[in-house]
């Protein structure tokens, strides 16, 4: 059984290669009918809420009749002004743009259940960040990183959109995050009690090994707060030997397999532009890399 898993698709935002001048979508397309996968997982960050039916009608066209499994992104929770004051929670923008669109391309939405596969299931959702994947007593240009400024969105310059867009972000990032956790611990061990072996497929990182974000001093390191969920990696450590696979996105930083607490995990590092994947073999476990190299 192959799988192709990727992530950060972006559709809101068509972008192209500065190297090969491909638009990254049409890539995707080719490497599915390339490699030919039974199933294709996007993890997060597909496109806007508004046009959520639009994104995922162009997935389902790329992929044919393929077993089709999609987790939302922070991206896919980005709302105007608007939206801020109707929606008070992450999982009430679920409902209202993902659910129905989903439910119409035939996706399975890995935010609200699994993808069961038989003797694997693959288990998913969104993550968000609880700040708990902070460089301890980051300095950036002399200035102590406090919760605070966290919590602000950013400093000197650099500031993370999500605090512009995602409905009560800065208020409810340690509520969601738990309730993310939660979520995704939940349907684990579903999967778990059923006795099948598990697939991991997460917008953002469960730890930090799977960041890719160097270090160097700047406002940059700020970003690495928001780059995952602390709380959803502690429940995945608890479950870590009924798991397979892992895989992220989120951070545009392409991270090759390594493994942690005993399992093996990637990020895929899908960036504005370029498109990239791992084909993921679930019987013989191999992992083949598709798409864009890492270099630019």
Not at 5 to 33: K, M, Q, W, Y
Not at 38 to 48: L, N, P, T
Not at 183 to 200: E, H, Q, V
Not at 246 to 259: A, F, I, N, Y
Request: hydrophobic residues 40%; aromatic residues 8%; charged residues 20%.
């Amino acid at each position: 059984m192959k799988i192709l898993f990727t992530a950060d698709l972006h559709l809101n935002i068509p972008a192209c290669s500065p190297r090969t001048g491909r638009n990254a979508f049409d890539v995707f397309g080719e490497v599915v009918a390339e490699e030919n996968p039974e199933i294709v997982v996007v993890a997060g960050d597909i496109g806007s809420p508004k046009h959520s039916a639009r994104h995922l009608a162009a997935i389902r066209n790329s992929i044919g009749e393929r077993i089709l499994a999609i987790t939302l992104g922070n991206h896919d929770f980005w709302l105007d002004s608007v939206g801020h004051a109707q929606y008070s929670c992450l999982d009430q923008v679920v409902t209202r743009y993902w659910q129905e669109p989903a439910r119409d391309v035939s996706a399975v939405l890995l935010d609200r259940e699994n993808a069961d596969l038989g003797e694997f299931v693959i288990v998913g959702g969104y993550g968000h960040f609880d700040l708990g994947l902070a460089e301890p007593d980051l300095q950036v240009n002399g200035r102590h990183v406090t919760e605070e400024i966290y919590l602000s969105g950013g400093m000197d310059g650099l500031f993370w959109n999500d605090f512009r867009f995602i409905p009560n972000c800065a208020t409810r990032v340690q509520a969601e995050a738990i309730e993310q956790a939660a979520g995704i611990a939940l349907r684990m061990d579903k999967a778990i009690s059923a006795g099948k072996r598990l697939l991991l497929a997460i917008h953002t990182c469960p730890w930090n090994q799977l960041n890719g974000h160097p270090l160097n001093g700047s406002a940059s390191d700020i970003l690495q707060a928001y780059s995952g969920n602390s709380i959803l990696g502690k429940e995945i450590e608890k479950r870590a030997g009924s798991v397979d696979f892992l895989m992220c996105g989120h951070t545009h930083m392409p991270v090759t397999e390594r493994k942690i607490h005993g399992i093996p995990c990637l990020n895929v590092g899908t960036d504005y532009g370029f498109f990239r994947g791992v084909v993921y073999d679930a019987a013989s476990k191999q992992i083949k890399w598709v798409g864009e190299s890492f270099g630019v």
